[in-house]
Structure formats: structure tokens, C-alpha cells
């Protein structure tokens, strides 16, 4: 699959079937992530494969219960899905770089978030192009997450996914034009 095909075919999914995922097809789709770029190659990404069911159901109870006043789809899918990922990040790593003492370099703090972000991107359109399924699931306690699965101070847990094989195919969503999004030389600035 090309990478343009990749980006514009890749779903939100939230049903799958109970096919496994293999080893090495989740090493692929985890290199991917790994291969992201990071503030100054920091690499503060750290990521939880969770295959055992009734921790899936933990994670899954911790995400927000309704979406737009309907029942969380995502939430629901790390239930059913046979894998799920939990994304983190090492604090004070990303945008840290060669500055003194200790304070971020840029007004945008601490960069673990747009870190963590570049590499479950790589991980979800690596698992499209390999014909898996993922949700990005944002709205969940990451205190009780980071409980669960023993993740030590010092990390914050950013993203979770479930990761397996489609039971649907949702239709793309509408996308807004690029005049609506892009500008030339200066904010609203319209192509010459």
C-alpha cells in the first residue's frame, strides 16, 4: 500500500474480530512507532502491548462512558479487540534539549505529546497498511491507567489503541478543502 493510499484509506475503528494478531505483525506495526522522529531523537515514547482480557476490560472502564450522549464505541472495542496499546512518555525529555536548568526550550512545555503523537501515527497507518484496525482513545483517567498496568512516576500515560483486524468499514469522513486550511506568507494570506 502506498503512503498517500495509507493516510487517506485509514478508519477509526471500533468493531474487530477475534482473529489474533501474530507476533511479527505486531513488531512491524511497533518498529514503525519506534522509527518516528522526537525532539532532538529524545525517543521518550514507551508503549504497553495488552493482550490479557480482563486488563483490556480495566483500561477499558477507565474511558469517558459517553460520546456525543452515546456509549463509548472505542472504549467498547478494547474489549473486543485481542490487543491493545497504551501509549506513554518519559516527562521532561522532549523539548528539554540543551537548555538550562532544566526548563523547557519553547513556550509549548514539555513536547512528550506531539512525540507520542508522531509515533501513534506511524503505529495506526502502519496497522491500515497491514490490514488492522486502530482507534485513537483519548478520553480515559490516565492516573488509573498508569495504576493498572505499573507505570512508574516520572512517565504519563498519553494514548490508547485497540489493535486487530476490522469487523467494519466505515465511509471517510469529510475532510475541509485546503484553501479552508492553508495559508501563503502570513495567516488568511490567499495564493498569489
Given at each position: 500500500m502506498e503512503l498517500m493510499e495509507a493516510i487517506k484509506g485509514r478508519r477509526s475503528i471500533r468493531n474487530y474480530t477475534s482473529k489474533a494478531v501474530e507476533d511479527k505483525t505486531l513488531n512491524t506495526i511497533l518498529e514503525a512507532a519506534r522509527q518516528a522522529?522526537?525532539?532532538?531523537?529524545?525517543?521518550c515514547c514507551r508503549f504497553i502491548v495488552v493482550r490479557d482480557s480482563q486488563l483490556r476490560?480495566?483500561?477499558?472502564?477507565?474511558?469517558?462512558?459517553?460520546?456525543?450522549?452515546?456509549?463509548?464505541?472505542?472504549?467498547?472495542?478494547?474489549?473486543i479487540t485481542p490487543v491493545a496499546i497504551v501509549a506513554c512518555a518519559e516527562m521532561r525529555k522532549a523539548g528539554y534539549?540543551?537548555?538550562?536548568?532544566?526548563?523547557?526550550?519553547?513556550?509549548?512545555?514539555?513536547?512528550?505529546?506531539?512525540?507520542?503523537?508522531?509515533?501513534?501515527?506511524?503505529?495506526?497507518l502502519t496497522a491500515h497498511a497491514m490490514g488492522l484496525g486502530t482507534v485513537h482513545i483519548g478520553?480515559?483517567?490516565?492516573?488509573k491507567v498508569a495504576e493498572i498496568l505499573g507505570?512508574?512516576?516520572?512517565?504519563?500515560?498519553?494514548?490508547?489503541?485497540?489493535?486487530?483486524?476490522?469487523?467494519?468499514?466505515?465511509?471517510?469522513?469529510?475532510?475541509?478543502e485546503l484553501n479552508e486550511i492553508v495559508f501563503y506568507d502570513k495567516f488568511g494570506g490567499e495564493q498569489g
Open positions: 522522529p522526537s525532539w532532538a531523537n529524545t525517543q476490560n480495566k483500561l477499558a472502564d477507565t474511558a469517558i462512558e459517553t460520546v456525543k450522549g452515546k456509549p463509548n464505541r472505542g472504549a467498547e472495542a478494547m474489549r534539549y540543551m537548555k538550562e536548568p532544566g526548563g523547557p526550550v519553547t513556550d509549548k512545555g514539555d513536547w512528550y505529546m506531539y512525540d507520542v503523537a508522531l509515533a501513534m501515527q506511524n503505529l495506526t478520553a480515559f483517567d490516565a492516573i507505570v512508574p512516576e516520572g512517565f504519563a500515560v498519553v494514548a490508547m489503541t485497540p489493535l486487530g483486524y476490522p469487523d467494519e468499514a466505515p465511509n471517510p469522513r469529510p475532510r475541509k
